[in-house]
Every structure is written in structure tokens, then in C-alpha cells.
DNA sequence: GTTACAGTGCACCGGTCAGTGTAGATTTGG
DNA sequence: CCAAATCTACACTGACCGGTGCACTGTAAC
């Protein structure tokens, strides 16, 4: 012990444990400019500190990575739970979840991850053990548990839930890799809004069944 | 002159110029831990020789970038394109054209020009400037400019052909991520194919016209 | 022949950084 | 109250790399 929420006057950066402060900074100077001398600063700690924790620089980074992973999924696996709240309406509901999952993605350690692990997978493929489990794999295999659910209740059509759960998500999270500028623009709620609306819409379009709530307006897709 | 094609006895790697050189380099090792000895080795060059052409090795990198996202555009404008050669079969054709894209988006430099986008971007923020006009943006555009002729022809349901467009490159492309496991694998032509036929069927399920061959089967999207 | 240009190989400088060593301060637990 | 463990501050090593300077070679034009 020692760390953070029990010492008292220290800085936020500090306050969350070296590892997610040195994730902070890797993710901002990458792995190979990121020195550690800039992360014990940083973390309000002695270099040597570090080293006791995490042995090596590359020890550290592969714990950083770790816990900033658990975080995104359990954000994104509160959002997808939440359509266990159907209460009639599967398009609102649907818009919701979708919303979430689009903030999710949007997020900005999301980005920071995501760059980092883009960064950094040609020198350590290793990363991608860390992350599967912990990264959008069990996203989509939850969403297509939920969307079995509604299949089975006639609210969807039948097919397979696990396709129909990477189609939505694709329909979320496509086009945010060119509307986020690789995560170097953010964009306002507003326009998460309307990505949300018109996946949803095309989603329920092709998904969705006859008695269902498939077709409204086609999406006026602009932005805000 | 001097370089490449005039030259005879050369490897590959140099054959392409010390720009092409360097970004495999780059793309490999990341910028920072890219060396000027290395590139230049493998250019077959003089270390000098680059920094008589480039300057410095940022301009180098800039310059790696934009002729590697030239030529990445070309192939998607390309590809794009074959939608002119509509013979009828509005399925066909698209899928076509899908699975062209998907494959654009697998290639293996198309992941390491977007790994080395995602690991500079916030070195580098100017790269962006370098893309923009160079990556997916026209490619989306085309791609709105022929469904804006084919709702036109009564092929497709109207509409804000950009948002279709949109729609349609996520997904063909928004499952790809988690597919190819950020790039490190890659995933089979059946794959490629059959990703490519679930975003067609979907697509046309939500844009199609009822005249059109909307509605053909529920795709076993599994894989092959 | 000579002038101009472009490339080559090598050695060098200045700076940076991972990781270690050490010695003193602080905390923790019995 | 003491001893073990941990943290801190700081100096240091060994290695690496961007960029430069220099002496030399090859080639094409006039």
C-alpha cells in the first residue's frame, strides 16, 4: 500500500496508482519517447519506485494497458446490459444503448488506447493476449446474447445473433475512425446522436421484423 | 537520378525508391525507434544520400506517408469505380466492389499506413493535413456519387447518398478491426468475401428498393 | 581536361535514456 | 521503541542515435 487515494495532498495524475499515470503518458509519447523519468514525475514518485513495482519499462507498460483495458470493457459492457431494460420500445432502447457505445468509442482514453495498442502491436504482439478478453470480443458476444433475446421474443428477426451483433456494432463504430479524425477531433453529443440513429435505423431496417418499429423516416443522417 | 529502376542489381526494397524504403522502416519499427542507418541500409543508400533528398527525418516521414496514401487511394478510387459497370444484378455488383474494398482495407500496407497514423497522430498532428484529400474521405465520396446515380436510376431507395455511402463503408470495414486483430492476422479471401456479403445484404435490406433483390436470404454470414 | 554534381564511407559530437548503486528519510508492524 | 521494508533523491554508466563534416569516387557535359 501506499498509493494514491490514502496519501492525501496528491495530484490527480498521482491519485490513480503509477500504472495509469505511466498509461497517460505512453499514450501520449509513445512507448519508446515516453521515459520514465517523465512517468515518476509525473506519478508523484520516485523512479525507483517503478522499478520495485514493475521490474521494466516494458513490465509497466504491459500493466498499464491491462487495467486501462478492464476499464473500457466494463463501460461498454454496463452499456450493453442496459438492454436488459427493454420496455417496449426497441428502437429508443436500441438508440440508447447504441448512444452509449458510441460515447464508449469516442471516449478519449478510448482513443488513447486504441492508438497505443496500434502504436505499439508490431513490437509487442503480445498486447493482443492482454487485450483479447478484455476488449471488444466479449462486447459483441454480449450484444449478441441480448439481440438473441429479442429474436427469440419475435422482436428481431431469427439468424444468427452473433452476425447480427457485428453488424450493429460495425454500423456504430465504422464511421468514427474517419468522423473522430483518428481520435484527434471530438465530436459534440449531438452528432453521436445521429451516428447512433442511423445505425440503429439501418440496423432495424435489415433486422428488424414486419410487426416491429422497422420503418420510420429514412434517418435525416446530417449532423447537428 | 540515380535510384530504382535505373539501377538493376537492386533488392526490391530499394528498387521502390529510399521514400517506399523508409516507410516500410517506419511502418516496422515506429518513428522513433526507426534509424536513419537502418532505412539507408535498406535502401541500399548512403545515410547522406537521404538527408540530401529529405532533410530530416521528420520530412522523410511525411514524405513516406503521403506516396504510401497515394497510392492507397488510387486503389480504393479504383475499386470505387468498377461501380459504372452496373450489368443489372445490383447484388453482384456490389458485393463485387465490397470485396474489393475489404480487400484495400486488409492489405497489409493498408494496416501499417493506419498503424503508423494511429502511433505518430499525436507527434505529428500535421499528418492529418498529409491524409486528408489523400484516405478515405474522397473514397467515401465517390462511393456517394455512384449510389446518388443508382437512386437516381430507381435502383436504390433516395436519400442523403452520403449517409449511404457512409453506412455501407461501415460495414464492410467496421468489423475488419476486431477481424484482423488490429492487423496482425490475416484473414482468408472466403472471409474477406463473406464479410463483404453480410454488409451488401444488410445494406440493401435497409436501402433497397422493393423492386430491387432486397430480400434474398438471411446471409449464413459464418465464416469459411 | 575540367567543371559540376551526386553519392559513399567513416568518424565524430552532443544529447538522451534505461537501468543501477547508494545513502538517507519515512513508514509499518510487532 | 526498534527493526525491516519501502520510498526518495541524485549521481552514474553504458549504449544508442540524429545530424554534420570531410575526403574520396563516379559520371556526364562542355
Redesign the pocket.
Known amino acids: 500500500?501506499?498509493y494514491g487515494v490514502v496519501m492525501s495532498g496528491r495530484t490527480p495524475a498521482a491519485a490513480a496508482g503509477p500504472d495509469a499515470t505511466a498509461f497517460v503518458v505512453f499514450a501520449r509519447e509513445g512507448y519508446a519517447?515516453?521515459?520514465?523519468?517523465a512517468i515518476a514525475a509525473e506519478a508523484?514518485?520516485?523512479?525507483?519506485?517503478i522499478?520495485?513495482?514493475f521490474g521494466?519499462?516494458q513490465t509497466l507498460l504491459r500493466a498499464a494497458i491491462a487495467a486501462e483495458a478492464d476499464r473500457a470493457m466494463a463501460k461498454n459492457l454496463a452499456a450493453v446490459d442496459r438492454l436488459r431494460d427493454y420496455d417496449g420500445d426497441l428502437r429508443v432502447t436500441l438508440e440508447d444503448v447504441g448512444r452509449q457505445l458510441v460515447a464508449c468509442y469516442c471516449d478519449e482514453r478510448g482513443w488513447a488506447l486504441r492508438r497505443l495498442l496500434y502504436a505499439e502491436i508490431n513490437q509487442f504482439p503480445d498486447l493482443l493476449d492482454i487485450i483479447t478478453g478484455r476488449a471488444s470480443d466479449p462486447v459483441t458476444e454480449a450484444l449478441a446474447d441480448r439481440l438473441a433475446r429479442l429474436a427469440l421474443a419475435g422482436h428481431l428477426r431469427g439468424g444468427d445473433p452473433a452476425a447480427a451483433a457485428e453488424q450493429l456494432a460495425a454500423l456504430l463504430t465504422g464511421s468514427l475512425e474517419a468522423r473522430c479524425r483518428y481520435g484527434t477531433r471530438v465530436i459534440s453529443p449531438a452528432e453521436q446522436h445521429a451516428v447512433a440513429r442511423a445505425a440503429v435505423d439501418t440496423f432495424l431496417h435489415a433486422f428488424g421484423t414486419a410487426s416491429g418499429p422497422a420503418a420510420t423516416t429514412v434517418a435525416t443522417a446530417a449532423l447537428a
Open positions: 500500500m501506499g519517447q515516453a521515459t520514465l523519468d508523484r514518485v520516485a523512479k525507483h519506485t522499478y520495485n513495482h521494466d519499462k
